[in-house]
């Protein structure tokens, strides 16, 4: 059973920045593919932006050119930089961690977008 512990979230302006950290407690952190979701009241859960365990880096059109989400192995850390955040960008927060055969979530971390 892999642990994620988010942080980072909290309320920002129209145009402000946060940075999410999500800690995996795991000794293989390297091969999982690691991923953010969000999900806002009454919608669907949907994907952020996603690194694979080779790299490969994928985002929700929603926040290309905004978000960047980069991992560092050697501190089983993903991380997702936000900038020019919106009020759309208000949500749950959840760092997902998968394998092959497993699939594991945080506990979410709430970022609101509000003047």
């Known amino acids: 059973q892999v642990q994620l512990v988010e942080s980072g979230g909290g309320l920002v302006q129209p145009g402000g920045s946060l940075r999410l950290s999500c800690t995996a407690s795991?000794?293989?952190?390297?091969?999982?593919?690691m991923g953010w979701y969000r999900q806002a009241p009454g919608k669907q859960r949907e994907l952020v932006a996603a690194v694979t365990s080779g790299g490969t880096i994928n985002y929700a059109d929603s926040v290309k050119g905004r978000f960047t989400i980069s991992r560092d192995n050697a501190k089983n850390t993903v991380y997702l930089q936000m900038n020019s955040l919106k009020p759309e960008d208000t949500a749950v927060y959840y760092c997902?961690?998968?394998?092959?055969?497993?699939?594991?979530w945080g506990q979410g971390t709430q970022v609101t977008v509000s003047s």
């Open positions: 997902n961690c998968r394998g092959s055969l497993t699939n594991y």
């Open positions: 795991t000794s293989i952190f390297r091969v999982y593919d």
